[in-house]
Each structure stands twice: as structure tokens, then as C-alpha cells.
């Protein structure tokens, strides 16, 4: 089983900057790709940010050029630097991974990212 924990969210100002973590840990051979979602009140869940083992990245039109995913694989960690955020950034987000030989996501509970003035 995995386990992943996201956090870093909070209530931040137009224009200001957060940046989310989230860990994995359990009993698994490897994680392959890593990714960030996001869910608005009355929206679907729609993917932010997707970084492969590799590093390759895809980001989505909506936040490309104001967030950047990362990952630290010695720690099984994946981040989302958000900068320059808008009122409409405001969603819970969730991490996303899928582990080496499976196809079988796993998602974090979920971080709360409020942008108000």
C-alpha cells in the first residue's frame, strides 16, 4: 500500500505564492509518474501539473509559466511551486501518483488552497 500526504496549503493573496509537498510512503518498488489535480467547488478534478520518474514534465495551459512541479525520487517526494496566483487558483488539490508495474493510481486527502484578498 501507499500512502500520500500533501501539504503546504493555505490562504494566500492575489499574486502571492505557495508551494505544495507531497510524500509518499509504504511498501513499493518505485513510483513513475507523479502529478498534482485539482478540484473547484462545482468543477471536475482537472490535472495541474504531471512529471515523469525521468523529470519530463506537462503543465497545464491554465497555470503554464506561474507553477512548476518537481520531484525529489531519493525521497518520494513531489512539489508544486505556485507563483503569481489568482482568485481563481482556489480549489482543494490533490496529489497523484502511479507506481513502477501498475496501473493503479493513488491519491493524497487532499490540501485546501484558498486565493483572496
Known amino acids: 500500500q501507499v500512502q500520500l500526504v500533501e501539504s503546504g496549503g493555505g490562504l494566500v493573496q492575489p499574486g502571492g505564492s505557495l508551494r505544495l509537498s507531497c510524500a509518499a510512503s509504504?511498501?513499493?518498488?518505485?513510483?513513475?509518474?507523479m502529478a498534482w489535480y485539482r478540484e473547484a467547488p462545482g468543477k471536475q478534478r482537472e490535472l495541474v501539473a504531471r512529471?515523469?520518474?525521468?523529470?519530463?514534465?506537462s503543465i497545464s495551459d491554465s497555470v503554464r509559466g506561474r507553477f512548476t512541479i518537481s520531484r525529489d525520487n531519493a525521497k518520494n517526494t513531489v512539489y508544486l511551486q505556485m507563483n503569481t496566483l489568482k482568485p481563481e487558483d482556489t480549489a482543494v488539490y490533490y496529489c497523484?501518483?502511479?507506481?513502477?508495474?501498475?496501473?493503479?493510481?493513488?491519491w493524497g486527502q487532499g490540501t485546501q488552497v484558498t486565493v483572496s484578498s
Open positions: 497523484n501518483a502511479l507506481l513502477l508495474f501498475s496501473s493503479l493510481p493513488y
Open positions: 509504504g511498501k513499493f518498488s518505485g513510483i513513475n509518474s
Open positions: 512529471i515523469s520518474r525521468s523529470g519530463t514534465t
